[in-house]
Structures are given as structure tokens and as C-alpha cells.
């Protein structure tokens, strides 16, 4: 599997971060993955407050 990194002067992504953060951190891995659930799923809460906000701006041509 290839990975390409599409920002400049980034780190190039090789996927499974919870893991990869594991292994930093020294915690176990199930651990990292229901932090990262934690985080997206503040994200996903607030999705419809941010959709209704940029759906308030009008579209021009």
C-alpha cells in the first residue's frame, strides 16, 4: 500500500495513527482508538450547527 503525502513539508501519513500513537505513548492501543472515537464523536455532534451555519452564506456564480 502506497501512501502519498498531498501537504508539503508534512510527515508522510502512514495510516493507523491510534496505533502508531501506542507505540509513542507506551498505552494500549484499544486505549488510543476510544480516545480517537471520543474526539470524532464530539466532531460528529456538531455537525449540524456548522452544516446549518455554512448553509445560512449564499452561493454565487
Do not use: K
Amino acid at each position: 500500500m502506497s501512501t502519498r503525502c498531498l501537504l508539503p513539508g508534512r510527515a508522510r501519513s502512514t495510516g493507523l495513527g491510534p496505533l502508531r500513537l501506542a507505540q509513542a505513548t507506551g498505552q494500549a492501543a484499544w486505549g488510543e482508538f476510544i480516545a480517537l472515537d471520543g474526539v470524532l464523536a464530539r466532531i460528529g455532534d456538531a455537525a449540524d450547527e456548522r452544516l446549518a451555519f455554512q448553509a445560512s452564506f449564499p452561493i454565487y456564480n
